[in-house]
């Protein structure tokens, strides 16, 4: 199966982050910077060019980032897709953030943490 990444192949709007509506921990530190945890939620949709091979797909490098990974895939039970098909997913991050006081530099994030919530399959038309 050949798939393409949703943020090529398809109108934009199908790669979305959004701020989780879960708590935010904050702990100030001695040097007025802070350890922040906070979450986000990610959802990415792929939609299959052509239905030329059977899933799950095994891709290298590059093209990685082209298909749905093998948990999408087997939370859905798809064994083949359709020209058309169309996949989402959407997970929670969870990140353990850095903040350097006000000022001083970047937010560096030390662990980013996510766990897929949903996975969504919708067919073509016909």
């Excluded at 199966?1 to 192949?9: A, D, E, F, P, T």
Aim: proline residues 8%.
């Amino acid at each position: 199966m050949k798939l393409r990444c949703s943020s090529v192949s398809v109108p934009a709007g199908d790669r979305h982050q959004a701020p989780a509506q879960l708590p935010v921990y904050a702990l100030r530190l001695s040097t007025h910077g802070a350890l922040v945890i906070f979450s986000t939620y990610d959802t990415t949709a792929w939609m299959a060019a052509s239905s030329s091979a059977a899933l799950p797909a095994q891709p290298s490098g590059v093209e990685a980032s082209y298909v749905p990974p093998a948990f999408v895939v087997g939370g859905l039970g798809l064994t083949s897709a359709p020209a058309g098909l169309r996949v989402t997913a959407t997970a929670v991050d969870r990140v353990l953030a850095f903040v350097q006081p006000q000022g001083v530099g970047f937010i560096y994030v030390m662990v980013n943490n996510g766990a897929a919530v949903r996975v969504a399959e919708s067919k073509p038309a016909g």
